[in-house]
Structure formats: structure tokens, C-alpha cells
């Protein structure tokens, strides 16, 4: 049976050599005939070793998905013709791959095109052309050698047979790839045009270009080459928009579409920039230490039934890990909610707020993001300026709002969390204890930090606790330093005629009658 995938994978290595040295190449779905006639093409080149051995296994794979000739005795064989070139315009491609065509001197190239252009000068006026264009460029595919291009369309067509009809066509030992122009009628003039602006611009890797025959001035430029060389991959985006702005109609769809692409291909390689640095640092975060107000904040994600979901608010020095602690717990949320992970993303959104007074909430997006992390709050009482909005309430916000509202989104955090994180020079912290809603603890959940986050490699939960001890001045730790208190214990320790969350916040603030491993304390934390 013919295995079809292979024979069509065949055929793409051979267009992909073919590419590689702009050579005319077929579908991958071709006639055998076609495909062996470009193979033949491909392989009459001047290749380096890869590509030669890369385009011969593919044809000994093309060949191999079909039957063998079965052998009926003498056959004729058929006298081959000479071949015959006939046209009025054609395009001219020498690759080479040593000596100067593979050289990286300026001045050596610069010496190879204008020895170029020399000779198809003095072939356009041996062979009466109207016009003649040439390039020298380098190869897209790798930085090995380049290659030329010369385009021609003559007054009389020229018309000659054998094995030496194209010998007026070698330079530097170099027989070129022929492509004529096989246009007929009306749609000559354009293909002819067209080729010459293909030779002549100036296209990704071009060195050196030179034409006789010049666009705007000689013939006008068609907005859709420029679209297909963009689609290609021939051109620059800027190069694109500076022949698209003399071209003028359509230019100005072409520059929105542009901007647009830019803009999302920014966007992207932010977020794969952030998404490969987050994989990386993966590797090297320590186990979280286990926090009562952290576990009374994600118990309030536990089911549907809320009006309303408390704000949880991460206080502490520099480079403590606040933004750490706020992505974990992001994390272990989005795993209870069952929020979708988007590719290459977090899970989450992080916002940068500092001393802004509006929350840029724009990026955020429910289907992928189990909450918001407000990162650097400047004012504590940004909280309370936006509560309606973060506490989660099922209704719709409506951010970037304008008398036109052109720029207006709608957000919505029901279940999901707000996380917010401030350091010691905020505004307002005080605020967290003494405003009547930033207090009390069904709005804002606070978690003051005077330590790292995670334990430390090598160091038990007691012997990270015996580093610090706390002043009387100082509010007690606010982490379980044993692999997770039971509830009897944590039921115990707080005052009777609470709330769970009333008692888990009044509990003391750690439990640390066992001695216990980093490893017992991670897998504490994980099976939270």
C-alpha cells in the first residue's frame, strides 16, 4: 500500500531546498512527473554537501513510495530532444556556495554584485533588453552563502535550443536557475512587472540591488505584491509600510493592520518572555509556609454560596516573597475552581499598582484567571475606593470608563480572589486596622509578614521559628510551624462563640508542639 504521508513529506524536504536556493518548487501534492522534473532542477544546482544530501534522500524516499518497473524485456528508448527556450521575459537565479558566494567581507560581496551587474549589463545590450533588474542577496534559510537574481524582458523574444543555448546566461562558472514568463496576453505586462519589483526590492536579506527598469517611475506598484512578499516572509514590516505609503490606495488599512500586528506581537512576546522566565524560576521556589489567614481566605472559595468574598492583603518589608505567597495561593485556588490554564500563562493576573489612583484591570480574563494579584499598593485606601467592585459581589464593573466609553470593559470578580500586596512605605496602612471597613476581617483579611515566606533548604520548621523569636511588641507569628495543626487544636486554641474565620484569625498565631521536616511541611501544604 502507498503511504501517502510519505511520499508528501518527501516532496516538502525537496520544496524546502528549492526555497532555500528561490527556486521554482511544486505543491506537495504534484504529479510524479512534476516532482522529479523539480528535483532535477534542484539537484542541476550548486548546493552545499547538506542540502545535496538533504534533497537526494528525499528524492530516494519520493521514489521509493512507488512501484518498481517490472521488467518486460527490451524496451525502446526514446531519443531525448533538445531542450528549447523560448520567452520574451525571464528571471535568472545563480547560487553558489564557495569562493565569494560564500564569503562575509563587505567589500568581496560588494566586488561579486558589481561583477554581477556587469555582466547582465552587457547581456541586456546583447540581447536588446527594454529593461533589466539585479540583486544579490542572502540565503533566509542559513547565513552560509548568498545568491543573484537577474530579471530581463527583451524586445524580441529569445529563442534558442540545445545544451549550450543558455551559455550566454553563466557567470563565474555559475549556469543560472531559467524561469521564464509564462503569461499570456494581457497578463504579460503584469507578471513581466512584477518580476521586476521582486528582483529590485529591497526584501529581507538583500545586499545589493540595481534596475534600469525603476517602480513609480517605469511602472506602477501593485499594493497586493507587497502583501504576498509580506505573507511570505520577504519583507520587513517597515519596508512593507514605506512602499505601502507611496503605493497610497489602501495604505491606510494596510497601516492599521500593521500597528495591530505589531502591537499583538509585542503583547506575545511579553507573555512568552514572562511565561519561559516563570518556568525557569519554577524549579527553584521553596515550599510555602502555612498561614491561618491564608487557609481561612481560600476556604471561602469552597462553594457558590457567597454574597460577597473577603479582600486578603499581604503586609511586609522588601523581599519577603509577598508576590510569591500571593501567586501560590492564586495557583492552589484556580485548582479548587477549576479555572481553565490558558497557554503559557500564570493562571492569574499580577497588576503593578503603585500610586495609581484607577486599577488597570483590562487583561483581566475569568475563563483563564482564578484572580488578580494588586501588586505594590501605594494607598491602602484604593482598597476601599473599589470595594463594590473587588469584593466579588455577582455583578458586572466597568473599567476605563469615558464620556464615550470607547475604551470601557467589564470585569467581574465573583469567585474569584483579590489579592493585594503592600509594603512598609504605604499610605494609609494604619488604615487596615483602624478604618471601619479596611478592619474588619469579612472585608479585608490581613496577613502581616516580619519573615520570609518559605522555609529555608536544610532548616526544620522549629529551627526557622528559633531565628527570629517575636518582641512583645511585635504581633505573634502567623505561620503553623508543624505539618498543619488539627482542628481540635486550632479549636482550643481560640475563644469560644466565633466564626470559622473569626476563630481561625483569633487562634494563636502558630502550633509548634511537633518538630517537623521540610518535606512533611511541603506536603502539608500541597494536600491543603
Request: proline share 3%; hydrophobic share 40%.
Amino acid at each position: 500500500m502507498v503511504n501517502h504521508a510519505i511520499r508528501r513529506g518527501a516532496v516538502k524536504r525537496l520544496r524546502a531546498v528549492g526555497l532555500s536556493y528561490d527556486l521554482s518548487v511544486v505543491s506537495d501534492n504534484a504529479s510524479k512527473a512534476k516532482v522529479l522534473e523539480m528535483a532535477d532542477g534542484i539537484l542541476q544546482e550548486e548546493l552545499d554537501d547538506d542540502d545535496r544530501a538533504e534533497a537526494e534522500a528525499a528524492l530516494e524516499e519520493y521514489k521509493g513510495t512507488w512501484p518498481a518497473d517490472t521488467d518486460q524485456g527490451p524496451t525502446k528508448v526514446a531519443s531525448k530532444k533538445p531542450q528549447e527556450w523560448f520567452f520574451h521575459a525571464a528571471q535568472l537565479t545563480y547560487n553558489g556556495s564557495d569562493g565569494r558566494w560564500a564569503s562575509k567581507d563587505v567589500n568581496e560581496l560588494e566586488s561579486l554584485f558589481n561583477d554581477l551587474r556587469d555582466k547582465n549589463e552587457k547581456l541586456a545590450a546583447s540581447l536588446d533588453a527594454i529593461g533589466y533588474s539585479v540583486t544579490l542577496e542572502r540565503s533566509l534559510k542559513e547565513d552560509k552563502h548568498v545568491h543573484g537574481h537577474a530579471y530581463f524582458h527583451l524586445r524580441k523574444a529569445f529563442h534558442r535550443k540545445g545544451p549550450d543555448a543558455l551559455q550566454c546566461f553563466i557567470f563565474d562558472d555559475k549556469k543560472p536557475h531559467v524561469k521564464p514568463n509564462t503569461a499570456k496576453g494581457s497578463s504579460f505586462a503584469g507578471a513581466m512587472k512584477y518580476g521586476h519589483f521582486y528582483v529590485f526590492v529591497d526584501k529581507i536579506g538583500s545586499l545589493h540591488s540595481f534596475a534600469n527598469y525603476l517602480p513609480f517611475q517605469d511602472y506602477g506598484v501593485e499594493g497586493w505584491w507587497l502583501d504576498n512578499l509580506l505573507k511570505q516572509g520577504k519583507l520587513t514590516k517597515k519596508t512593507y509600510l514605506d512602499w505601502a505609503a507611496k503605493v497610497t490606495v489602501g495604505f491606510q488599512k494596510r497601516l492599521t493592520d500593521t500597528r495591530a500586528a505589531e502591537r499583538y506581537e509585542r503583547e506575545a512576546a511579553v507573555s512568552k518572555a514572562m511565561a519561559d522566565a516563570n518556568k525557569e524560576l519554577e524549579k527553584k521556589v521553596l515550599p510555602m509556609k502555612i498561614f491561618l489567614q491564608v487557609e481561612a481566605f481560600i476556604d471561602n472559595f469552597g462553594d457558590w454560596q457567597r454574597f460577597r468574598r473577603p479582600i486578603l492583603v499581604i503586609v511586609g518589608g522588601t523581599n519577603l516573597g509577598k508576590s510569591l505567597l500571593a501567586a501560590h495561593i492564586l495557583q492552589r485556588i484556580g485548582k479548587i475552581l477549576q479555572v481553565q490554564q490558558e497557554e503559557g500563562g500564570l493562571g492569574f493576573l499580577e497588576v503593578t499598582v503603585e500610586d495609581n489612583e484607577v486599577l488597570d484591570l483590562a487583561d483581566f480574563d475569568r475563563r483563564f484567571h482564578a484572580g488578580v494579584i494588586l501588586d505594590g499598593v501605594g494607598d491602602a485606601l484604593i482598597l476601599k475606593r473599589n470595594r463594590e467592585s473587588l469584593q466579588g459581589r455577582p455583578k458586572a464593573s466597568k473599567g476605563a470608563k469615558s464620556a464615550t466609553n470607547v475604551y470601557a470593559y467589564s470585569y467581574t470578580f465573583t469567585r474569584r480572589a483579590v489579592i493585594a500586596t503592600l509594603d512598609l512605605s504605604a499610605k494609609h496602612r494604619h488604615a487596615l486596622g483602624t478604618d471601619h471597613w479596611l478592619s474588619n476581617e469579612l472585608n479585608v483579611i490581613k496577613l502581616e509578614l516580619d519573615e520570609k515566606v518559605y522555609v529555608r533548604a536544610g532548616q526544620s520548621a522549629k529551627e526557622q521559628a528559633s531565628g527570629n523569636p517575636p518582641s512583645a511588641a511585635k504581633r505573634p507569628r502567623t505561620w503553623v510551624q508543624s505539618a498543619r495543626a488539627t482542628g481540635e487544636e486550632l479549636a482550643s486554641a481560640a475563644p469560644v462563640g466565633l466564626s470559622g474565620t473569626q476563630r481561625a484569625l483569633a487562634a494563636p498565631a502558630c502550633v509548634s508542639a511537633v518538630r517537623a521536616t521540610d518535606d512533611e511541611i511541603k506536603s502539608a501544604y500541597l494536600s491543603s
